[in-house]
């Protein structure tokens, strides 16, 4: 074939190529960009700086959960920063507790207590379920469901649980009845329970983009008719 006519069949199918790619859905398009779901994110000191200004101004973000503590004596770092510069810049703030199954439950709320004070929140607390530690099942629940207890009565009203849709099927089916739910499942469908319980709450990526952070975000939104009023903190 003549040189000059093979380059110009090369460069002709190359703009082609560009043109369709040009045509594809952006993969920078996230899930609020396109629905009417009411979104927020969560933070702890990984997220680093936080830009709050930035996300002030996103008109989707309209609330935050923030790490306070974790087991009996972490405390995150970002914490005292976060809540203020979150409240200065309007958005309606949570704080979470990491649960340690294994250590001491008066420890775990003396510590999250020493942070996550009442006048300082608009939603109600979260506990965040990750872990069994290694005990048995039933020992987990147990002690799990005596901390739950705990933060009621000490909050005077039931927190707001964080777990993953395989970790609620394997060790939490049955047992939380009485408690909301933010379910984390990183994909592009729906959370469905296995023992069909109701989710209030579904943390669909942990990869996701917002300006004012520039590390990966986890970001949830509420689930069918459900909204802002049923996490206010009652004070």
């Given at each position: 074939?003549?040189?000059?006519?093979?380059?110009?069949?090369?460069?002709?199918?190359?703009?082609?190529?560009?043109?369709?790619?040009?045509?594809?859905?952006?993969?920078?398009?996230?899930?609020?960009?396109?629905?009417?779901?009411?979104?927020g994110i969560?933070?702890?000191?990984?997220?680093?700086?936080?830009?709050?200004?930035?996300?002030?101004?996103?008109s989707k973000?309209?609330?935050?959960?923030?790490?306070?503590?974790?087991?009996?004596?972490?405390?995150?770092?970002?914490?005292?920063?976060?809540?203020?510069?979150?409240?200065?810049?309007?958005?309606?703030?949570?704080?979470y507790h990491?649960?340690?199954?294994?250590?001491?439950?008066?420890?775990?709320?003396?510590?999250?207590?020493?942070?996550?004070?009442?006048?300082?929140?608009?939603?109600?607390?979260?506990?965040?379920?990750?872990?069994?530690?290694?005990?048995?099942?039933?020992?987990?629940?147990?002690?799990?469901?005596?901390?739950?207890?705990?933060?009621?009565?000490?909050?005077?009203?039931?927190?707001?649980?964080?777990?993953?849709?395989?970790?609620?099927?394997?060790?939490?089916?049955?047992?939380?009845?009485?408690?909301?739910?933010?379910?984390?499942?990183?994909?592009?469908?729906?959370?469905?329970?296995?023992?069909?319980?109701?989710?209030?709450?579904?943390?669909?990526?942990?990869?996701?983009?917002?300006?004012?952070?520039?590390?990966?975000?986890?970001?949830?939104?509420?689930?069918?008719?459900?909204?802002?009023?049923?996490?206010?903190?009652?004070?």
């Amino acid at each position: 074939m003549n040189k000059p006519i093979f380059l110009l069949i090369i460069l002709f199918i190359f703009s082609i190529h560009q043109a369709a790619a040009k045509n594809e859905p952006s993969t920078d398009v996230q899930c609020e960009d396109t629905c009417d779901h009411v979104h927020g994110i969560d933070l702890s000191h990984y997220q680093g700086s936080v830009f709050w200004d930035a996300i002030g101004e996103n008109s989707k973000m309209a609330y935050v959960y923030l790490k306070a503590t974790e087991g009996g004596n972490k405390i995150d770092e970002k914490y005292e920063e976060n809540i203020e510069m979150a409240h200065r810049y309007g958005l309606k703030v949570g704080s979470y507790h990491f649960f340690r199954p294994k250590t001491d439950l008066q420890q775990q709320l003396y510590n999250f207590m020493s942070q996550c004070r009442p006048g300082d929140q608009d939603l109600i607390p979260m506990i965040d379920i990750e872990t069994k530690s290694d005990l048995p099942t039933e020992e987990f629940q147990d002690s799990l469901l005596k901390f739950l207890d705990m933060v009621e009565k000490t909050y005077r009203q039931k927190p707001l649980l964080y777990t993953f849709a395989n970790f609620y099927d394997h060790y939490l089916s049955g047992k939380i009845d009485d408690y909301k739910l933010m379910i984390a499942q990183y994909t592009k469908r729906e959370p469905l329970l296995a023992d069909g319980k109701d989710i209030c709450l579904w943390q669909y990526t942990g990869k996701g983009r917002i300006n004012g952070i520039n590390s990966f975000v986890d970001k949830s939104r509420f689930m069918g008719r459900h909204g802002m009023k049923e996490i206010r903190f009652h004070h």
